[in-house]
């Protein structure tokens, strides 16, 4: 099939499959006589792979990780779990990151609904999330 073809049925553009020929994720295709690309059922599960790990958010490095380690078959288990623990432990990180992002959003947030509720029967005064944030800087 060709590249156009190729991008259809793996829901890519062009430029995305040749971005990933460019980073070797893809073999070389055979050409036809006209020069156009072609390619084979296997580089069609190969950009499904590659899809499937990003999705998984391994990054364009670490997929050529894991597809040299996909011809290594048996002796690639090891290496292949050490990748997922990585993976796993920034992606743990990560979520503690949020957390406390998100516990500090719905104080500021807190503190919002007072002063917009102290304003329905006093004086408005500045933003208190805004004077804090000032403040800290200041």
Known sequence: MQIGELAKRTALTVDAIRF??????????????????????????RVRFIQQM??????????G??????????????????LLKAKLAGIRAKMHELKQLESEL??????CNRELKRRQQHTACACPVLEEVAGARG
């Open 106 to 111: 719905i104080a500021d947030l807190q503190k």
């Open 54 to 63: 990003q999705g998984l958010g391994f990054s364009l490095k670490e997929v």
């Open 20 to 45: 990933y020929e460019k980073r070797r994720l893809l073999p070389k295709p055979l050409r036809s006589t006209g020069r156009f690309r072609l390619y084979t059922a296997d580089d069609m599960a």
């Open 65 to 82: 990780e894991l597809i040299d380690l996909r011809t290594h078959k048996v002796d690639a288990c090891e290496s292949v779990h050490h």
